[in-house]
């Protein structure tokens, strides 16, 4: 089975602060992608990455920056937190285009 | 610029019925559609995946169907359990293996 692991299931962090949320998949998908998820609104992408190194914005980027050293990590940073974007995120993969997309379980990010 | 629209947005039904979930979307220039389910406090589950070439998909007591030229498809859910009840979301993937999310239909199976 694929997996697809958050390292950080709750996270508290003040305003200001420099937030990492770290992603792993275990398939050697090509595709990784992170979103938010907020009541109405819906699943919204942030970034998404195609490749190492590789990045594109999403539908939402500001305030956000990805990094993807390595095929399966990426990783979404909140250079200077604010409260709007407490938030569900999740991250996701999948092989290569056109296929199932696996998420991870999310990460509950609250900023006070 | 792709949306997505999910009827019913909520739904009630008694165990052992059988139900539909619809999805609809503009812009029919789709790679696939996949719908998923989330659990409260969950990510999400992938549990039908169809590609723009193909009509439908089956999976166990799922059914979900494409007509890609008026841009909509169902979710098809036989002989329904307490276990399904969930949030269905439908997606349509377009450029870059992108996914636009419909909003979702709460379900609750009544024992």
């Known amino acids: 089975d694929v997996k697809v692991t958050q390292s950080s299931r709750y996270l508290v962090k003040r305003t200001g602060e420099k937030v990492f949320l770290e992603c792993v998949q275990d398939m050697d998908h090509e595709n990784m992608f992170w979103y938010r998820q907020d009541p109405g609104l819906g699943l919204r992408l942030i970034y998404f990455s195609y490749d190492v190194k590789m990045k594109e914005k999403g539908d939402i980027p500001e305030g956000y920056s990805v990094s993807r050293e390595k095929k399966e990590r990426f990783s979404l940073i909140l250079e200077s937190a604010s409260t709007n974007q407490t938030s569900m995120y999740l991250c996701?993969?999948?092989?290569?285009?056109?296929?199932?997309?696996?998420f991870g379980e999310g990460s509950w990010l609250t900023v006070v | 610029k792709q949306e997505v629209t999910q009827i019913p947005a909520a739904l009630s039904v008694p165990e052992g019925e059988n139900l539909v979930l619809n999805c609809s979307f503009t812009?029919?220039?789709?790679?696939?559609l996949q719908w998923f389910r989330q659990d409260p406090g969950k990510g999400l589950t992938s549990l039908l995946l169809i590609q723009s070439s193909q009509r439908e998909q089956t999976s166990g007591r799922l059914n979900a169907s494409l007509d890609k030229s008026s841009g909509r498809s169902t979710l098809y859910i036989a002989a329904s359990q307490p276990g399904d009840s969930a949030t269905y979301l439908c997606?349509?993937?377009?450029?870059?293996?992108?996914?636009?999310f419909g909003a979702g239909t709460i379900l609750r199976v009544k024992s």
């Open positions: 997606a349509v993937s377009s450029y870059g293996n992108k996914l636009v």
């Open positions: 812009d029919s220039a789709i790679y696939n």
């Open positions: 996701a993969s999948s092989f290569r285009s056109g296929n199932t997309i696996y």
